[in-house]
């Protein structure tokens, strides 16, 4: 069975990087320039499948150039564009055959788990395919047999034992049949629970996110709260600080009194002496004028 390639056309650093991420997960990837898209179409074989991430062509205009192209028909096609472009716009149901649309902003997570989805189909659709183009030779087998029966080529025996092999190649095709089956429902069943996974841990990386968020705005209430703390406590010791200063003012203001009026008291006690002396010297004048 050939392997699925997917032909990315686009002409943007965002599409690069989506085909590099598919490209990352196992994926067979081939980046491709849209005005190649007829010769890529001509020179491929076997199934592909077509993704349109392209900025330069909006929907209407890239679904008419590719509607051109006969060889792609059959093939899934992939076109990313704005929500704008595509709503209100009458497309031709011709065109919009194996066609569908992803909406921009792409999730690459989602994107990524469709295309897995799509490359499983397409490998589903090649064994029916295979298992339908080998039973239809069969069936020219057991009408070519049928045929010999009826022209009595072979006696009884032979033809019995080539009817019975027969029957045990159609049982053993039958429970292969049933064995691809039970495989394709259990791929089926490990890729819904695979992406339930990837669902539950998108929500979990949500829900940590706004955790995240929920904490930040928490981190600068706190912060804002240490911040106007950090102020009151600025204007405090501002407070604090003016009355200090005052108190020292008022200190050496009465350190000046103080010694202002130590000099003032010493100079009156020299004051004072000096009266003493002369009332002194008056006192004893008078006591010998008595005499």
Known sequence: MNKIEILF????????????????????????DFNEIDNISENKTGCSVYVFYLMARKPAELIRDISRITAIDNFIKLVVADRSDVEGIFFNTVNLLNLEFIVKPVDERSFLLLLEKTILVEKYRQIMKLISDESESRIDVIECMLDVKRKNMFNEGIEKEIFIKILDFEKKMMQEHLNLNDSIRNIALNRNYEYMILKDRVKAEEMLGELRREEMINANRIIEAQESLIEYSTRE???????????????????????????????????????????????????????
């Open 9 to 32: 056309f686009t002409d943007n650093s965002e599409g690069e990087a989506l085909a590099a991420r598919a490209g990352q997960m196992g994926l067979s990837v081939m980046v491709c």
């Open 237 to 291: 010791l501002l407070a604090i600080k003016k009355i200090m200063d005052a108190r020292d003012s008022v200190e050496e203001l009465s350190r000046v009194e103080a010694m202002d009026l130590h000099s003032e008291l010493k100079r009156l006690k020299e004051e004072k002496r000096v009266l003493e002396e002369k009332i002194g010297k008056l006192t004893a004048g008078c006591s010998i004028s008595d005499k």
